[in-house]
Nanobody, 115 residues
Framework: QVQLVESGGGLVQPGGSLRLSCAAS????????MGWYRQAPGKQRELVAA???????TYGNSVKGRFTISRDNVKNTIYLQMDSLKPEDTSVYYC?????????WGQGTQVTVSS
């Protein structure tokens, strides 16, 4: 059993920053493939950023240069630093962990970018 708990969402003005956290617990290894996805109303869930193995990172095209994913293996936690936020970044952000062919999801955290 794997549990993922996200935190850090909220309301921010355009150009602002937020930092999301996702803490993993349960039957996990110290290093897992993890990532952040987002889904806005009426749209498909899309990859925001992923971190695999020894800190190999991947970013969605719309967030490259603005978002940074990182991990703390001691705390089994990943982070998403989001800078220069835009209204189109408004979405529910989900944490994901892949383990032995299974995909686990957090409950999601709302990020709203609005003036």
């Amino acid at each position: 059993q794997v549990q993922l708990v996200e935190s850090g969402g909220g309301l921010v003005q355009p150009g602002g920053s937020l930092r999301l956290s996702c803490a993993a617990s349960g039957s996990i290894f110290s290093i897992n493939d993890m990532g952040w996805y987002r889904q806005a109303p009426g749209k498909q869930r899309e990859l925001v950023a992923a971190i695999a193995g020894a800190d190999s990172t991947t970013y969605g095209n719309s967030v490259k240069g603005r978002f940074t994913i990182s991990r703390d293996n001691v705390k089994n936690t990943i982070y998403l630093q989001m800078d220069s936020l835009k209204p189109e970044d408004t979405s529910v952000y989900y944490c994901n962990l892949c383990l032995l062919g299974h995909s686990f999801w957090g409950q999601g955290t709302q990020v709203t970018v609005s003036s």
